[in-house]
């Protein structure tokens, strides 16, 4: 196994990083190498060139100036972001990125943050924000455990799918029920926490994507994963 090497690229680590997004970066590096992989992990921000090449893409949260700031470095990437996921490549986008991989992100102040519209949605600030705990459940991933905190309500299309249904919590949200959205491999989602640390299925999808997409198949030893599941234990009864 050894020489085999997985890139990982964090989109905007300087603006769109907030309760702890990182930890997913993390997460990923460490149960790569746990399966025998080497890992990169590079940073994209604004004004820099992107990679040639990249195996597993994640993205964080931020607050609107965060996004304004990033915008028209993000639609600058756009074209390429959705030529790796028309080639499914893995990637996993938070909150904020979720939104902006999106058509646009109206503000409550009725600003238009301009999106990639790689994932066939529409987000429009609310004057109420949603904050909490969150439960989804999810046919692929089972129950999905994370916190919410944003002003945002997002709308899906005929062209994606949703991550979950919602159990506890709001979600994309207040009216549909549902969590995230998924096109090809890419996951958007409402869910930090960081997302992946509590939710290794998830986690080992975008390990699994990656990796047969770079190597053709993934053989995995099974992780003990007994740690975590004490933690989405206690996560999952917490209060809203
Ligand atoms: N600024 C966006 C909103 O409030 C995203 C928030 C976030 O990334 N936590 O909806």
Redesign the pocket.
């Known amino acids: 196994m050894t020489g085999r090497s997985i890139t990982i690229l964090q989109l905007y680590p300087l603006d769109?990083n907030?309760?702890g997004d990182y930890g997913n970066v993390l997460v990923l590096k460490r149960r790569l190498q746990w399966y025998g992989y080497e890992v990169n992990v590079l940073a994209y921000n604004v004004g820099d060139s992107f990679p040639d090449d990249v195996d597993i893409i994640i993205g964080?949260?931020?607050?609107?100036s965060?996004?304004v700031k990033i915008q028209a470095d993000l639609m600058s990437i756009g074209p390429r972001l959705k030529q790796l996921a028309d080639q499914n490549v893995p990637m996993l986008v938070?909150?904020?990125l979720y939104?902006l991989f999106g058509k646009f992100?109206k503000?409550a102040d009725g600003e238009v943050i301009q999106g990639i519209g790689l994932l066939d949605i529409e987000?429009y600030?609310k004057s109420e924000?949603l904050i909490g705990n969150v439960i989804v459940t999810s046919e692929q991933f089972g129950d999905i455990i994370g916190y919410e905190?944003?002003?945002?309500q997002t709308y899906l299309g005929d062209d994606v799918k949703p991550l979950g249904e919602i159990q506890l919590g709001a979600g994309n949200n207040t009216e549909s029920n549902t969590e995230g959205a998924r096109y090809n491999n890419v996951i958007g989602s409402y869910l930090?926490g960081s997302i992946l640390p509590k939710n290794p299925k998830l986690a080992d999808f975008l390990i699994d994507r990656a990796v047969t997409n770079k190597y053709g198949v993934f053989y995995s030893e099974p992780i003990g994963d007994n740690f975590v599941n004490e933690a989405r234990k206690i996560a999952s009864k917490r209060p809203r």
């Open positions: 769109m907030i309760y964080g949260g931020g607050q609107d965060g996004q938070i909150c904020g939104q992100f503000t987000t600030g924000r905190n944003h002003s945002g930090h």
